[in-house]
């Protein structure tokens, strides 16, 4: 009899249909919650939220080889995180995750570069960085560089990253709970195998980022499962681009500007007049102006964060993607609802 879940880690038991980890027979595998996601699909919004300090308290309890995971298209909210300060103190070795939303023709080396130069700013040490995405020989590099201590490897990173889907890649099996909405590994679930000795973790939870202020429905929108297109606009005076109602960026005082955007394919990404911008986001927000964010009921409730814009230069959006915009010279203020986390930062690819 197994006394927590194979899928999410949780706890089994059988007296509340209602609460994490419940069965109808103690004997079975897996919880009923993960029976759901796996065979139905069907996730209960805001059925678990993650405690960060907790995570972070069980994590310095553990002696082993630590692994933090990275979704690469949602970078600087793994910069942004708690996390953080957890490996200013831990060695690690660092997977960026999800590199095939990027476009194909990346360059990896370069790529690794700039998540060295970034991660080294905030006085972080990765022995490795790995990247997974379509032509890498992930599983190699992994046992190459990570499975090679008699410790085990504790996969660690933000709510959504990657870490249970990296696990049943290594395992070659789909044996933890993979789940396109956070939250869904419940406690730390250990994995031992004649190759592996893994422990799955919880999901920090960024509170600063979209996915946690989408519903189900519209995380399937925003969150990109596949490839990236990149967007790609030549603005020649003061213009204004919407994406959704999620954020509205101003490009002001420009000759000409190129502008790249990176976020899911499936949100409307709309081009305006700046001059009746306004007008336009009082009138139509959450109306043609869709998604919008739980708790940001109207556009005067969003934040403008402002900026020079003065050749090449990266906008992040945390949960959303980035835009990168070259020009001479612009003012660039762009408004999103006031908690999420808005980075300017040096182009990543
Ligand atoms: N495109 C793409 N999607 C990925 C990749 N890895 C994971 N995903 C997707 O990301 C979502 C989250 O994956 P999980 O493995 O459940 O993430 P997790 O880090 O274990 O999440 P929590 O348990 O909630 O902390 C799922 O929809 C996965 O299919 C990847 O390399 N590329
Ligand atoms: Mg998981």
């Known amino acids: 009899m197994n006394n ?11 007296n509340n249909e209602n609460e994490i980890g419940y069965v109808v027979d103690l004997n079975m595998n897996y919880c009923q919650r993960c029976f759901k996601m796996i065979h139905y699909d069907q996730h209960k919004e805001n059925d678990f939220l993650p405690d960060n300090n907790l995570i972070i308290e069980q994590l310095n309890q553990l002696d082993g080889n630590f692994v933090w995971i990275i979704d690469i298209f949602d970078f600087d909210s793994s910069l942004n995180s708690v996390l953080v300060d957890f490996y200013r103190k831990h060695s690690c070795n660092i997977i960026l995750n999800k590199c095939d939303l990027l476009p194909t023709k990346i360059n990896y080396e370069k790529l690794g570069k700039y998540v060295l130069s970034r ?4 006085n972080i040490k990765s022995k490795a960085i790995i990247t997974r ?3 890498t020989d992930f599983i190699d590099s992994f046992n190459a560089y990570i499975n090679v201590e008699d410790k085990p490897i504790i996969m660690t990173g933000l709510a959504n990253v990657g870490k249970s889907t990296i696990i049943n890649h290594l395992l070659k099996d789909k044996v933890v709970t993979v789940n396109r909405y956070p939250a869904t590994t419940i406690n730390f679930n250990e994995i031992k195998t004649e190759q592996y000795h893994i422990i799955d973790t919880i999901g920090i939870v960024a509170e600063n980022t979209m996915q946690m202020y989408l519903t189900n429905k519209q995380l399937k929108t925003v969150v990109p499962i596949k490839q990236v297109r990149p967007i790609v606009f030549q603005l020649m005076q003061n213009q204004t681009l919407s994406i959704g109602g999620l954020a509205r960026i101003d490009i002001l005082n420009n000759e000409k500007a190129n502008v790249v955007i990176y976020t899911s394919n499936l ?5 305006s007049k700046l001059e009746n911008a306004d007008k336009l986001w009082l009138k139509n927000y959450g109306k043609e102006l869709t998604p919008t964010l739980k708790g940001c009921e109207s556009f005067l409730e969003m934040k403008k964060h402002s ?3 003065k050749g090449k230069v990266e906008y992040f959006i945390s949960g959303l993607g980035f ?5 001479e010279k612009a003012d660039i203020d762009i408004y999103t609802a006031p908690q999420i986390y808005v980075n300017v930062r040096k182009a990543m690819i």
Do not use: V
């Not at 879940?5 to 038991?13: E, N, S």
């Open 267 to 271: 949100l409307k990404i709309k081009r």
């Open 133 to 135: 995405g379509i032509n």
């Open 307 to 309: 900026f020079t814009n």
């Open 4 to 14: 927590k879940c194979l899928g999410c880690g949780a706890l089994l038991q059988n």
């Open 119 to 122: 991660i080294k700013k905030l």
């Open 323 to 327: 835009i990168t915009i070259n020009c």
